[in-house]
Structures are given as structure tokens and as C-alpha cells.
């Protein structure tokens, strides 16, 4: 069986900067992935071109055995949904209206049937609302869904973009720096929440620099390098590599 | 409640007596000064604005949330009637023999009232608690009263026809309003609005329902009404594009202009290219369905661009139908344009003649009044329903962050268009009555500066509601309209007023929930 996303000689060129160098990548069913690698290793440009923000200069990505090319929302409607490093919510709407957003590509009602309120209408609404405020109880937001969005402390502001992004009903989520600015208990917290959004059928590809964080969660790690996937393994692999020690001291990073 | 120490009074109180005393004396030595202001012993003119003001003394001897602010906007408000009064009095009464004793008085006063008024302890802000819940009977009376405050309002300022009393009406309503606002009482109103919406909007539109046959037949302000239903249809249709999808469009006018060709070409008018009668309602839907076409046409390869460029590009695209429409003689008269639309008729009513319903004759003006009522009507309909979908919500988030909006699965482009080809399609409707009411269609009324007054009246209004689009295009059609007598310095007076509301408020009149949020931190979240 083909894995759910097939990442095939991925290249992004940013006038004379290769910033993803022929990547191949691939994520199975109900995996959780890593992606780790020095900043500036082109990580957030791979992921950029996952999720159709940025065109890949060549290469290809198949998901669920379909190529995937366009602007972003057929991405998102494709089953691919994201998250940012910098933290992208819709700043002055309330936590659940944001999640209702996320609900667009999953629902139908076109002008006629929104100017119309037919009994469509409500029935879709409804479902939308029951699934954000059951998505804002995944996450932990179950009772902040009334808060605007700025207002939110930093990692409720994360959590709800996870939500936002499980809205779309996505088949894999890519995860920018989810722990980015947590203390160790909102860290083990997230872990603990990709976990579960992979035992609800979701699969996580998720970049990060905390190596405890990666190592202790992913199924599989890859290393990017200058654009390039240096190693990819098992977290025991990954962690006794020499040409990762090396990249690494190399490289400092945060 | 706690009542200060006398000392403290005596100040605000020696004002208070002195703006009074001030208001009911003569301002003027001369006579044929706005409200008999040479005569003492009433309040006439701008005098009766300092009077009201003074009940802003009150707030001295109450101690509630917001008070400080409260009275100084009170006294302050006093201080500008008199010093515009006095600047106008010395204007033309040819110096400093113009204004009498009356005026300085009560400058004094004022001025002592907002110095008492510097001095009041900085206390607390307004709090909810300060308007606790009241039983629904006292909640639906607020709502009522309310509105016919702000008809009220309405009718008073369009009954001033003095164009410096009307400054001072303006001033007076400016500063009370800050002043109530200090108390807390617009956030009480905001959220009653809200919960006795129905209500709210019954009893708007009986009351727009009734207007005309207040007027006794006469036709002036029903006139007026329609022009400004025109403009309030064209700025709901704009706000959508503007306020809910944040699309600076600077050409929409363009959009007005293509329907009211519409209109005025299937009019058979008597000065025209197209010889050709179709029934008015086809001709509505069709100026709309036209105009949405090219706000297609328009958008397609321009809603790729972003923010100024977008701007810049509609900016163009508005002068090139100027232009089209000033060349193309052979469609549109060039120049001349199309004149001679004759009057609705539908199954043999006329709607240019009077016509007797109750009892009461109602100009031919007021049919085309209640045509723009219901065009309003539906264009609040779309609005607010849209508003309130999945649809609305895409707009907005696109107008937060549009990259954020594409990564969750908004196919923006499609989005844009729609919003660009809604807006453009309420202006079509819009501009095919406009063709009736004005009977002449031509190249000059649709000029980038008609496109910057829309714009204007929806960001004055408050962006993203129907209200604000409403107060804005009567403010920006009543308010030129009363400048008139200052002549060249009207616009600028205008342009005056427009910094000001902006500084002070620059989300707008009627502000969204969400665009409240945008420039207070304080505003209040709803509940999911
Ligand atoms: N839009 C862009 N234009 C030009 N260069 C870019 C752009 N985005 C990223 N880069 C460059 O590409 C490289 C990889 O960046 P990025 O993918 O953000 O790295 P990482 O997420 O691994 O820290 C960096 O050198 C960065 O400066
Ligand atoms: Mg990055």
C-alpha cells in the first residue's frame, strides 16, 4: 500500500538560495514524522510547499495517490492542514468563530441557500458549531471558545490553531514548531495532544527543535541540512548518526 | 451615589449659574444673528445648546463611573458652542462690538465648568453594573426611545437650516454623545440593540415607513431620503467588499454608473441611443446582474494583487468608465448622457405623480422613497445573512490574515470575486433607480471623488454594519448639504469633520463587534 504522503525530489529555489534541496519524504497512516534540522535548514520552506503555500521549484507530492498542485485550499480540502512557526490566527475573531473558518472547505452552502436560510442552511450550521465546540474541548479551550483570539495566552493561541487546522478534517497535519515558547508542562501537554490527534486517524509531521520532544514522540525523524535530508531513521537511528552530531555542532541552534 | 463636599461644588456651581444666566441673555449687538440673538430672556439658537449642556453639571454632585470624562465633555462641549458662536459673532458683527455680554458670560461659565470639571477625581470607568439588568418592559422602552432619540436628532439637525447653528447642532450632538458614551450608556444600548434586535429593526422601519406622511406633502426631505437610499444601498453593497472582505475598492462608483446606464437606456428615455421599454423590475435585476459582470470582469485580474495595489488598480478602472462612458457617443451620448428617463410605471400607477393613501397626499417622491426602502431592505437582508454564514466568515477571515485563510482551506480568489461581484451588484440595483429618480444619466456624476465619499461614508459609519452604512451616507449627503453657506470652505469644514470622527473614533459610528476590537482593547467578547 502506497504511504498516504509521498514527497518525491522536493526543490525550492529562492533566487540563488536553495532552500529545499530534492527532498524525499514519506508519511504512512497514522504515523507521527519529524523533522528537525539547524535553522535556516529549510524546514518551513518544505512544509510551505506541503501545504501549497509556496510552489516547489520541481519535484512532486502524491496524496492519498494524487498529485497535489494549486493554491493552498485544495490542499487543505485534499486532507493536508497546517499549523505556523508564527502563530497565523484570525487576531480580533473568537476562538470558536476561528474554528468555524476552519469548517469552510468541509461545508456546502453556497449564496442562495445562506440568503435563503433554508433548513440546509441550519442543519450545517449546526453541525459546524457542534464540531468546533467538540474541537475546542479536544484541544483544552473548551471554555475560552467566547475569547477573542489575541487575547489568548500564547500556548492557548497554538492549541487553538491545532484546532482550527482539525477542523478542515485534515488526512495529515504539519505541525511548525507547536512547542515553540512552552514551559516543560505545556511541552508534555502538546506531546500528549499529537498523540491524540494521531489515535483519532490523523497522521503528524511535525518540525521542531526540542530534541527530547521529537525523540520521545515521533515514529520516524528526518534530518534536514542546508535543504537537504541528511538521515532519516528510527529515533534510535537518528540520535546515534554521526553526520548528525556533526551538523548539529556544526550548527548550533536554539 | 455620595454627594461631595460644598468646596468642591462651589466652583462648577458659580459656572453652571453663569452659563444660564449667559444663555438667556443676549449674544448679539446686532440683529439678524440665527435665533434672535440680540433678544435676552430666551435660550434661541445655539443658546439653547448651552442649556442642555448644563445639565452636564449633574455629574458634579453624582458620583458614578466615567463622570470626570463625563463632565469635561459637558463643559468642553459648552466652551466650542460659545467660541464658534463668538468667532461667528465678531465675523459679522465687524469686530469686537459683535457679541454682547451674554456671550462672554457664558464663555465664562463654561469655562469655569470645565475647570471644575479638570479638578472632579479621576474615579473609575463606566462599568456595566452602572446600568444593571431592568425588567424587559424597561428594556424594549430604552430601544424605543433610543431610536427616537436618534430620529429625533435626525429631524431636528435637518429642521436647522442656519449653517453655523448647524455647526453648533453638530458640536452640541458630538459632545453629548462623548459624554454619554463616558457614562457607559452606548455600551448599555449596544448590547440591548443586540438583544431586542427584532424589535429594534421593526420599529426603524416603521418609523421609515411613516416618514412621508409626516411631511405633509411636502416633497423636499422625501426627496432628500431617496437621493441618500441611493447612496445607502451603493455603501451596504460597498461595505461588503470593504468591511467584510477588506478590499480597498476606490473605482465602485464605476458599478453605480454601469446601472444607472442600464436603467436610463431600457428606459426609453427621450434623449437617448436605445429605443427599447423593459418593465423596471427586469431592468433592477439586470443593472445588477450587469454591473456584477464586470465587477468580474474588474476583479479577475486585479483581486490577485493586495491592499494599494488593489486600491490603485480599482482607482483605474473607475476612470476608465468615466472615460468609456464621456467617449463612447454612440451608446452613451458621451458627454451630454442620457436625459429624459421618464418615471416608473408599473400597471398603470405612475410613480413620478402624487398620489392620496390614508388621507394623506404624498408627493410623487415618496414612491420612489419606498422603492429605496424596499431596495434597502433587501440589500440588509443580503448583508446581514451573508454576514452571518460560512460565507461572512470567510470574508473576514481573509480580511485578518489572508495567507492563514488559504491554509485553511478558503479558496480566497473565489471569495473576493464573489464579495467584489455582490458590492457591485447592489450598486447596479442601486444606480437603475437613481436613473429614474434623477432622470439624467451622464459621465460626471460618477467621478473618483463620488467613489472616495462611499469609502468615506462606510469607514465613518463603522465598517461591517448596516447602521453605520446607513448614518454614513446621510451624514455625508445632509452634512454638505447644510455647509452650503459657507461656500469655498465647506469642504474643508467637511474635511475638518472627517479628522475629527477619526480621531476620536476611529472605528467608525456603528462599529462592528470585531472592528471594535480592533482599535479598543477593552471591547467586549460575546459568548459562543
Ligand atoms: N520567501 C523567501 N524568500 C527568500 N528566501 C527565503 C524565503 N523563505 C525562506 N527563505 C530562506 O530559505 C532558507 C530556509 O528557511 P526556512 O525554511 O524558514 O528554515 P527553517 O524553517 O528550517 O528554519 C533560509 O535561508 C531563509 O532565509
Ligand atoms: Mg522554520
Known amino acids: ?57 520541481a519535484g512532486t507530492i502524491r496524496f492519498r495517490g494524487e498529485l497535489l498542485a494549486g493554491r493552498p485550499d485544495r490542499f487543505t480540502r485534499a486532507g493536508v492542514a497546517r499549523t505556523f512557526q ?61 475569547v477573542v483570539a489575541r487575547n489568548l495566552s500564547y500556548g492557548d493561541q497554538r492549541r487553538l490553531e491545532i484546532a482550527r487546522a482539525l477542523a478542515s478534517e485534515p488526512g495529515l497535519l504539519l505541525l511548525d514548531e507547536p512547542r515553540a515558547g512552552m514551559n516543560a508542562q505545556e511541552t508534555r501537554a502538546t506531546a500528549d495532544l499529537v498523540r491524540l490527534i494521531r489515535d483519532r486517524g490523523v497522521a503528524v509531521a511535525v518540525i521542531e527543535h526540542d530534541m527530547r520532544f521529537i525523540f520521545g514522540l515521533c515514529d520516524r525523524v528526518a534530518v534536514l541540512v542546508q535543504g537537504h535530508k541528511l538521515v532519516e531513521g528510527s529515533p534510535a537511528e537518528v540520535q546515534g548518526d554521526p553526520r548528525v552530531i556533526e551538523a548539529y555542532l556544526g550548527a548550533p541552534t536554539a | 451615589m455620595r454627594l461631595d463636599r460644598p468646596s468642591g461644588v462651589a466652583l462648577p456651581a458659580a459656572g453652571a449659574a453663569a452659563l444660564v444666566a449667559g444663555s438667556l441673555s443676549p449674544w448679539a449687538t446686532f440683529a439678524g444673528f440665527p435665533g434672535k440673538m440680540s433678544l435676552g430672556g430666551f435660550p434661541g439658537g445655539a443658546r439653547l445648546f448651552c442649556l442642555l449642556l448644563v445639565a452636564g453639571s449633574a455629574l458634579f454632585v453624582v458620583d458614578t463611573g466615567g463622570r ?65 439588568a431592568r425588567p424587559a418592559s424597561v428594556e424594549v422602552a430604552a430601544v424605543a426611545v433610543g431610536l427616537l432619540a436618534l430620529l429625533g436628532a435626525v429631524v431636528w439637525g435637518l429642521a436647522i437650516n442656519e449653517s453655523s447653528r448647524f455647526v453648533s447642532f453638530l458640536v452640541f450632538v458630538g459632545f453629548t454623545c462623548a459624554a454619554l458614551h463616558h457614562l457607559g450608556l452606548f455600551t448599555w444600548l449596544t448590547v440591548l440593540f443586540a438583544r431586542r434586535q427584532r424589535m429594534a429593526v421593526a420599529l426603524g422601519g416603521a418609523a421609515a415607513v411613516a416618514f412621508p406622511f409626516t411631511q405633509q ?58 429605443h427599447v421599454h423593459v418593465p423596471f423590475l427586469a431592468v433592477v435585476l439586470l443593472g445588477g446582474c450587469v454591473a456584477a459582470v464586470f465587477g ?37 451620448r458621451g458627454p451630454n448622457g442620457i436625459s429624459g428617463v421618464p418615471d416608473l410605471a408599473a400597471g398603470g400607477f405612475n410613480f413620478g405623480a402624487a398620489h392620496s393613501l390614508f388621507g394623506v397626499t404624498l408627493p410623487g417622491f415618496a414612491n420612489y422613497y419606498f422603492v429605496e426602502l424596499a431596495l434597502i431592505a433587501a440589500a440588509i437582508v443580503v448583508f446581514t445573512r451573508l454576514n452571518d454564514s460560512r460565507i461572512g466568515r470567510a470574508w473576514v477571515a481573509i480580511r485578518e490574515d489572508e495567507v492563514a485563510a488559504a491554509a485553511s482551506g478558503i479558496d480566497t480568489i473565489r471569495l473576493k470575486l464573489l464579495a467584489f461581484a455582490i458590492g457591485a451588484f ?44 446607513l448614518l454614513g451616507s446621510t451624514a455625508l449627503f445632509v452634512l454638505p448639504e447644510k455647509l452650503r453657506s459657507f461656500q469655498d470652505k465647506r469642504l474643508l469644514l467637511f474635511g475638518a469633520a472627517l479628522v475629527l470622527l477619526m480621531r476620536f473614533r476611529p472605528e467608525g459610528l456603528v462599529p462592528s463587534r470585531r472592528r471594535r476590537r480592533e482599535f479598543r482593547d477593552d471591547a467586549p467578547a460575546p459568548a459562543p
Open chain 1, 86 to 146: 508564527n502563530i497565523r490566527l484570525f487576531p480580533h475573531m473568537t476562538a470558536f468563530e476561528n474554528v468555524l473558518v476552519g469548517r469552510h472547505c468541509r461545508t456546502r452552502v453556497g449564496l442562495a441557500s445562506a440568503i435563503g436560510r433554508g433548513p440546509r442552511f441550519h442543519r450545517e450550521e449546526r453541525e459546524s458549531e457542534a464540531r468546533a465546540g467538540e474541537l475546542l474541548a479536544f484541544v483544552g479551550l473548551g471554555r475560552l471558545g467566547g
Open chain 2, 217 to 274: 406633502g411636502n416633497a423636499y426631505w422625501i426627496r432628500v431620503f431617496a437621493s441618500i437610499g441611493v447612496f445607502a444601498v451603493a455603501a451596504i453593497g460597498l461595505n461588503v467588499v470593504v468591511g467584510l472582505a477588506g478590499l480597498l475598492d476606490l473605482g465602485y462608483v464605476a458599478f453605480f454608473g454601469v446601472g444607472a446606464y442600464v436603467g436610463a437606456l431600457l428606459a426609453n428615455a427621450s434623449l437617448t441611443t436605445v
Open chain 2, 296 to 332: 468580474l470582469v474588474i476583479g479577475a485580474p486585479t483581486l490577485r494583487l493586495r491592499g494599494d495595489y488593489l486600491a490603485i488598480v480599482t482607482l483605474g478602472f473607475g476612470e476608465i468608465f468615466r472615460i468609456t462612458a464621456n467617449n463612447w457617443d454612440g451608446l452613451t
Open chain 1, 1 to 57: 500500500m502506497s504511504p498516504l504522503l509521498e514527497v518525491r525530489g522536493v526543490t525550492k529555489r529562492f533566487e540563488g538560495l536553495l532552500a529545499v534541496d530534492r527532498v524525499d519524504l514519506d508519511v504512512g497512516q497514522g504515523e507521527i514524522v519529524g523533522v528537525i534540522g539547524p535553522n535556516g535548514a529549510g524546514k518551513t520552506s518544505l512544509f510551505n510547499c506541503l501545504s501549497g503555500l509556496d510552489a516547489p521549484t
Open chain 2, 426 to 469: 447592489m450598486a447596479g440595483c442601486a444606480g437603475t433607480v437613481n436613473a429614474h429618480l434623477t432622470t439624467q444619466v451622464s459621465p460626471d456624476s460618477y467621478t473618483f471623488l463620488e467613489s472616495i465619499l462611499l469609502v468615506a461614508a462606510v469607514v465613518l459609519g463603522g465598517m461591517g454594519t448596516v447602521p453605520g452604512a
Open chain 2, 68 to 132: 470626570r470624562r463625563a463632565a469635561l465633555a459637558a463643559a468642553l462641549g459648552a466652551v466650542a458652542v460659545v467660541g464658534l458662536n463668538l468667532v461667528a459673532l465678531v465675523d459679522q458683527g465687524g469686530g469686537l462690538g459683535g457679541p454682547a455680554w451674554g456671550a462672554w458670560l457664558s464663555l465664562a461659565g463654561a469655562g469655569l465648568l470645565a475647570a471644575g470639571a479638570w479638578r472632579l477625581p479621576a474615579g473609575r470607568a463606566a462599568a456595566p453594573d452602572d446600568w444593571p
